[in-house]
């Protein structure tokens, strides 16, 4: 099937290389590639090399191999109906394919055979596309201060996995010295803490630091004028970081809300009209709102925002969503997330989506530090169970999880199993702070801590 996409540079020369190929392919198939490259310039770059790789891999395989390995779809196409439909626009085409497969009730059959098909070509991408060498990654997850901790429940769901380290926190207890302590300070000059600039080689996708509030990005000291530079650069930026911060979108998220309601309250055709609305709304945040603020970014907050179920009410969702779509999309070589205290959560009523309640329909807010715990206990795994599924961390990621204010951490290495180990000397913050250094490779300058052996031999 002739599709007309809307494709420019690489993108366009990608699809005319590979154009015969697209051509064999069942339609449904043929319009999701198509799809992804419309999408190219704001396309992070592991998204566009596995683009490639895939293009390139069903070159490579021999015409009748691949017709056998896409039969499946093609047959349910065929019996559908979706090979004869005449819509020529890949993204229109898939909505009213998957109408009509739903409408024939073969939906969950298709999904089954697309599923079938890309299990047995990932793999084959994933052996070119992660070398077993690469650079090992990091993953921080943080509960902040103000979150009713349980201790006897703390990282429950990790029982028997990783190490249980105890802490001194002597002179760290509070928010502020125990962020510093474990990331060091923000440098002036150098867009944020030495171990994230010298970790990543001056390419601020490849830290993202993502929370519910404000705390970690004390640590970096961005003046508006830089966050304004980097806003269309698609390299470096004197941000040495990628930051997103619940409290800090508020006017964003407030602006989103806004255009999506006036869009409802003027009508809306369809579902997937809608989509398409809220996919093309180019709403610019205050400046200073995030540290790097190029567009593929700003694509990605108003994504994260009206894809993710519950993700512009509630605080920590939107920390647990954000991770897991970078962790897919972008795969930063260093991730910290940072959960806060949500407020109680209101009645339904209250919260229609994409609503400005009436002043006098307002309800007091109030905070909810133990609920809070029992979401993040949750969250949290979900983000590591992701970044175990995604083959960029696997075997090569160090996993820490910390309270402020708790002296104990856990530590979990996704290449080799940590021994649980008694009678351990309690480690500073700063001893994590070289722990994560000596693990990322990096020399820090000026530091006072040693590596815990327990994590590292």
């Not at 319009?31 to 895939?54: C, D, H, N, S, T």
């Not at 083959?391 to 309270?403: D, H």
């Not at 402020?404 to 008694?422: F, N, Q, T, Y």
């Amino acid at each position: 099937m002739q599709f007309n996409a809307a494709l420019t540079g690489d993108a366009a020369t990608l699809a005319r290389q590979h154009g015969e190929m697209l051509a064999r392919l069942p339609a449904t198939v043929h319009a999701f590639i198509l799809v992804e490259l419309e999408k190219w310039p704001m396309l992070f770059g592991p998204e566009q090399r596995y683009q490639r790789a895939l293009l390139e891999h069903l070159s490579g395989v021999p015409t009748g191999e691949l017709d056998q390995a896409v039969s499946g779809i093609g047959r349910i196409e065929a019996e559908s109906g979706v090979n004869r439909l005449g819509e020529r626009n890949p993204a229109r085409f898939q909505d009213e394919a998957q109408a009509l497969l739903r409408k024939r009730g073969l939906i969950v059959g298709w999904r089954g055979e697309v599923d079938g098909f890309f299990q047995k070509v990932d793999p084959v991408l994933e052996a070119t596309l992660y070398a077993a060498d690469a650079p090992r990654r990091l993953v921080v997850q943080l509960y902040g201060s103000g979150i009713a901790v349980q201790r006897d429940r703390l990282w429950k769901r990790f029982k028997g996995v990783g190490l249980r380290l105890p802490l001194n926190l002597e002179g760290t207890n509070a928010t502020e010295p125990f962020l510093q302590a474990l990331f060091g300070a923000g440098e002036p000059g150098r867009g944020g803490p030495a171990l994230f600039a010298a970790a990543i080689e001056s390419a601020p996708l490849d830290a993202w630091l993502i929370e519910s509030h404000e705390a970690l990005h004390a640590l970096w000291k961005t003046s508006e004028t830089s966050e304004t530079s980097g806003r269309n650069d698609r390299g470096t930026s004197s941000a040495s970081s990628t930051g997103l911060s619940y409290d800090r979108l508020r006017p964003y998220r407030d602006d989103l809300t806004r255009a999506l309601n006036r869009k409802i309250q003027s009508g809306v055709e369809s579902p997937q009209a809608f989509a398409a609305y809220a996919r093309s709304l180019q709403i610019v945040p205050p400046a200073g709102t995030l540290l790097y603020a190029p567009d593929i970014l700003l694509a990605f907050v108003r994504d994260v925002l009206i894809t993710g179920n519950g993700t512009l009410l509630m605080n920590n969702t939107f920390v647990e969503w954000a991770a897991i779509q970078a962790l897919r999309r972008a795969q930063p070589r260093i991730l910290v997330t940072r959960f806060g205290v949500r407020d109680k959560l209101k009645p339904f009523s209250s919260m229609v989506l994409f609503s400005q309640p009436r002043a006098t329909d307002q309800i007091p807010v109030a905070q909810d530090p133990v609920g809070s715990f029992i979401d993040v206990e949750q969250l949290s795994y979900y983000v590591w169970l992701n970044a175990e599924k995604n083959p960029a961390y696997r075997k090569k990621t160090l996993y820490l999880f910390l309270a402020e204010g708790v002296d104990e951490m856990l530590a979990i290495r996704s290449d080799a199993p940590i021994a649980a180990r008694s009678g351990l000397t309690p480690a500073r913050l700063s001893d994590v702070h070289a722990t994560m250094a000596q693990w990322l490779g990096v020399s820090v300058p000026n530091g006072s801590g040693r590596p815990i052996v327990e994590i590292l031999q």
